[in-house]
């Protein structure tokens, strides 16, 4: 995510005289995209949090409907940017400021995805799906140190840092593209952190009628 922030923010500035939209919207477009809608069919309502994106490879989407907030629950949607295949069993893992979950997934096999995150720009979605507690949902909005880690076939695995960065990791993160990174950009990249679209998606839970 820092890679792609940095580029875009010195595609604005660099830009001269050109018209381009600022960064911070060009981004607001891309991640924690939230959706919602009402079914003419039969009332049902949904909202959705797409787009969600960690450090490294790991990716997030959020989505719940009428009858889960019911039950109390949410569906993870969880992954990598990537082609991947995910693994068995307890293929999931998040740790909230110091305390871990982990779950498992009821689909057999992971589903590959190409999807559109504005402006002409694709990417794969490697991922399975998650039926979590709306408390831990609540709970990762919550936190202030979000990490996630996603298991994947051959006893390997893929994690990242969903909540904001310290301008020292930006720079670990940021370093083979060999641009300096001010804390001015690290700032206006830690809005789209994961754990922001978290609060967007408890934020639309609040507010909406069921």
């Known amino acids: 995510m820092v890679r792609l922030i940095t580029a875009l923010l ?19 477009g891309m991640y924690n995209v939230a959706s919602s809608g ?14 969600m994106n960690c450090t490294g490879t790991v990716m997030f989407a959020l989505y719940q409907d009428t009858a889960k907030s019911k ?13 991947d295949n995910i693994g068995s069993g307890e293929s999931l893992s998040v740790k909230l400021d110091g305390k871990t979950y982990s779950f498992t997934s009821n689909d057999a096999v992971t589903e590959h995805e190409s ?8 990417m794969p979605f490697s991922h399975k799906t ?11 909005a919550a936190s202030q140190v979000f990490l996630a880690r ?13 909540s904001s960065l310290t ?23 830690n809005k789209f952190a994961a754990v922001s679209g978290f609060r967007e998606f408890v934020r639309m839970m609040d507010a909406t009628a069921w």
């Open 10 to 28: 010195l595609l604005t500035v660099g830009a001269g005289c050109a018209v381009l939209p600022d960064s911070e919207t060009i981004m607001r």
């Open 38 to 51: 009402t079914s003419k069919f039969d009332g049902t309502k949904h909202i959705r949090v797409s787009n």
């Open 71 to 83: 039950a109390g629950v949410v569906l993870l949607i969880a992954g990598t940017k990537s082609i």
């Open 115 to 122: 999807i559109h995150v504005g402006r002409g720009v694709t």
């Open 130 to 140: 998650y039926v979590v507690p709306e408390a831990l949902v609540r709970e990762v």
């Open 150 to 162: 996603v298991r994947l076939l051959h006893n390997s695995y893929t994690e990242g840092k969903c």
């Open 167 to 189: 301008l020292a990791e930006a720079k670990e993160e940021n370093k083979e593209l060999g641009l300096e990174l001010t804390q001015k950009q690290l700032d206006a990249g």
